[in-house]
């Protein structure tokens, strides 16, 4: 069974700093591309951050400078350092990885920043 589990979300203060990262588990090869997606409740879900298979990466504006998001291939896990963060970036945080032709969600992880 193919499964995409998350960690490292949790509470932090303004300013502070988080590190995601989400696992296939299930695979063994094949994962082309990345993303990282973020949810507030009421409102749809917002790409943050996408890393290709050649290691090529895109940003939402609202995060560039402050994030940055990683793959290591062997672990077949992808990361998201995140820097300096804000209440407003409190959300539910998804990974999203393109494996051959579909694309599968993690399950999400909480990520909340006191002001």
């Known amino acids: 069974q193919v499964q995409f589990v998350e960690s490292g979300g949790g509470y932090v203060q303004s300013g502070g700093s988080l590190n995601l990262s989400c696992a296939a588990s299930g695979i063994a090869f094949g994962i082309k591309s990345w993303s990282w997606y973020r949810q507030v409740p009421g409102k749809e879900r917002e790409l943050v951050a996408h890393?290709?298979?050649?290691?090529?990466?895109d940003y939402a504006e609202f995060v560039k400078g402050r994030f940055t998001i990683s793959r290591d291939n062997a672990k077949m896990t992808v990361y998201l350092q995140m820097n300096n963060l804000n209440a407003a970036d409190t959300a539910v945080y998804y990974c999203?990885?393109?494996?051959?032709?579909?694309?599968?969600w993690g399950q999400g992880t909480q990520v909340t920043v006191s002001s």
């Open positions: 999203n990885a393109q494996w051959f032709n579909d694309h599968y």
């Open positions: 890393i290709s298979s050649s290691g090529s990466t």
